[in-house]
């Protein structure tokens, strides 16, 4: 059975794409296990120092497969719902960063591949929406990471009406780091890969929970924790090297894959 997620190593960044146009790379059952597994792939791989995750066609994500949904057991049984949160939690949990390259227009729980990813690049003529409460339904599990991203008086204004709004203004709430025109989406994207690479495997994954995690801490607590850490990583391996090349005026080990 052909693979609806695809996979691909260059550089250093590894693409995982999903490849189901025909539905709209809606989350199936099986599109969610093949994307477990490109991006355990991803993650184990050493080589890959980023990950992208991208689509075929027109539309990076339409959501929930609704007739595999419709189709479950009975109350409470909704397969595709079942299969999300680990993918969202290996995508919100990765120790490398994740670029979202989003092809063209998201909804509903592909919104919530967007906001687990790190960055999202998205081009101008992309649209979005939250359309669950126009099904009668709630985005509930996709809440968790998107309510991390986007403003707040958005996030409620798009989630109760369901209405459909374009690039810029998903940049402009949070939803995606950047909106582009569209032959320069490529670009950006490589652009962030390029950026990323040269930053230390160790010293990426620590501040991602930095980024995450201080802004909840008490000022104080958050002094004393982040003055041990500081310390930790200077004269950590990766710090030691780090110093080390710019003094001597040369790219890092894990610059040149040394």
Not at 32 to 55: F, K, N, Y
Not at 90 to 99: A, C, F, G, Q, Y
Request: hydrophobic share 45%; with cysteine; aromatic share 6%.
């Amino acid at each position: 059975m052909t693979s609806l997620v695809h996979k691909e190593l260059a550089g250093g960044v590894a693409t995982v794409t999903l490849d189901s146009p025909p539905n709209r790379n809606a989350l199936s059952v099986r599109l969610l296990a093949d994307l477990a597994d490109r991006l355990r792939w991803a993650l184990a791989e050493p080589e890959a120092r980023v990950i992208v995750l991208t689509g075929t066609g027109t539309v990076f994500c339409s959501g929930a497969d609704l007739k595999e949904q419709r189709s479950s057991g009975g109350v409470g049984d909704a397969p595709v719902t079942a299969s999300l949160p680990e993918i969202l939690s290996m995508l919100w949990e990765s120790p490398k960063p994740v670029i979202c390259r989003l092809n063209g227009t998201a909804r509903a729980g592909g919104l919530g591949l967007v906001t687990a990813c790190d960055f999202a690049i998205a081009p101008l003529s992309a649209s979005f929406a939250f359309s669950e409460v126009r099904l009668g339904v709630v985005p509930a599990m996709i809440s968790v990471p998107v309510l991390r991203r986007v403003e707040p008086r958005a996030a409620a204004e798009y989630f109760l009406t369901g209405e459909v709004f374009g690039a810029a203004r998903a940049a402009e709430i949070g939803l995606v780091s950047r909106a582009v025109p569209e032959e320069e989406l490529d670009a950006t994207v490589a652009r962030f890969a390029d950026l990323l690479i040269k930053g230390a495997p160790e010293a990426l994954a620590i501040t991602k929970r930095l980024v995450r995690e201080v802004p909840g801490m008490p000022f104080e607590e958050g002094l004393r924790r982040m003055s041990e850490l500081s310390a930790e990583r200077f004269t950590s391996e990766e710090g030691r090297e780090g110093i080390a090349a710019f003094m001597e005026k040369r790219p890092p080990r894990w610059a040149t894959g040394r």
